[in-house]
């Protein structure tokens, strides 16, 4: 799901998608792009807010809400038209999914310790990076195939990618 918020692939998509648009000048573009760059960094800046919104509530039940509301926010991309508030829509949306997803990063410590030994977890922490890290290379891989071939199909990408998000929250 986040595979297309990464922020190369998301920067490159915003500069190819809106970049002849009416209404956009290059510098309002090329600042978005560099704030979409940032993206993720401003998004951690909220995670001392989700350690103690969370306290005291079962962790697992507070990170599967937060996923869906990342599924959410991922999914609302596709339905961004293409004008200057489309593209601050993006912009906003990408952020605002960072934030949210901050909160998972800063939860599953906790939810790891509490399930894993002391012994295994490095190991088993390792392998779901690995994973992420190869999931989230192939993801912008074929989202750049799919964009070159036809850019409006970014709508059918993001949309995808929040209902694979959704499903992922609900296995988890």
Known sequence: MLSGLQAGTIAIFLKKTYANVPG??????NFAVSVLAAAKCFGFLASFLWASLSRGRPKVGF???????TAATVSM??????S???????????IA??????????????????????LYRPRI???I????GLFGAMGGFLIGLCLDQNPETFRALFLSMGGLGFIGAVLY
């Not at 956009?24 to 573009?29: E, G, V």
């Not at 990170?63 to 509301?69: D, K, S, T």
């Open 97 to 118: 999914s960072w934030t949210i997803w901050s909160g998972v990063m800063t939860l599953r410590t906790g939810v790891w310790r509490a399930n894993y030994p002391d």
């Open 63 to 69: 990170m599967v809400v937060l996923q869906l509301l």
């Open 24 to 29: 956009i000048s290059d510098s309002q573009l």
């Open 125 to 127: 922490a390792g392998r």
């Open 84 to 94: 200057a508030s489309g593209m601050w829509m993006v912009t906003g949306l990408c």
């Open 77 to 82: 991309i596709a339905m961004a038209p293409l």
């Open 129 to 132: 990076s690995s994973v992420d």
